[in-house]
């Protein structure tokens, strides 16, 4: 199952407990959507392509008290960073923003829809929590960490997921904090290590087990 998945269908777990959850899906489509769709229909909206109304609109839902979750194209936060600005983190408003394929995630469609410095846009407001899973522990924990939050949230989504990383470091589940992989074996040379994460965490273990 692929890390957007993994992530929507967590969170529908809790929405089931917990009715003040909504989910925005920007022109999105995806497996998980379609069982929010089907199961929870009062708590999700299809608000088709309008980024920049979709912020908005989650900062009023946000400010009448509800948990909410804005799904899209990670390439789009630089479409909609005015409203992300203003209406989240200035606002002070508890959105979740769900940024699906990362890095070159979606590269056949282009370079408009590669968001390589979809970090450093982030990373330049105030507040905002940013997460980048490797593993599908990771993921399912920081739905929970997004829940919990009182601030911008944005998470970052490859559009793949490492069947590798997960049963490798499948006893992260045991924890009750995020889970920071750290593997003393990915060494190159005693005094060199390589610190990634996402997806491209297991080839970079691939590669170095080829190199060493």
């Known amino acids: 199952m692929n890390q957007r998945d993994v992530f929507l269908l967590r969170l529908l777990e809790q929405a089931k407990i917990d009715s003040s959850i909504i989910l925005l899906s920007v022109d999105m489509g995806a497996p998980a959507i379609d069982k929010w769709k089907s199961e929870l229909p009062k708590q999700y909206f299809e608000m088709g392509i309008s980024e920049q109304n979709s912020i908005n609109f989650a900062a009023g839902l946000s400010r009448g008290g509800k948990k909410v979750f804005v799904y899209f194209m990670a390439v789009w936060v630089h479409r ?116 990634s994460y996402g997806y491209v965490s297991a080839r970079v273990k691939e590669a170095i087990k080829n190199l060493s």
């Open 80 to 195: 909609c960073f005015e409203q992300i600005r203003y209406s989240c983190a200035v606002g002070g408003n508890n959105i979740t923003i769900i940024g699906n394929g990362v890095g070159l995630g979606y590269a056949p469609a282009g370079p408009a829809h590669q968001p390589n410095d979809d970090v450093s846009v982030m990373k330049s407001l105030l507040g905002v929590n940013i997460y980048s899973p490797s593993t599908s522990v990771q993921i399912s924990k920081i739905v929970d960490l997004c829940l919990l939050s009182k601030t911008l949230n944005y998470v970052r989504l490859e559009r793949k997921n490492s069947e590798f990383l997960n049963a490798e470091y499948a006893d992260l589940s045991k924890q009750n904090f995020l889970p920071v992989i750290y593997d003393s074996s990915v060494k190159i040379t005693p005094d060199l290590i390589v610190i």
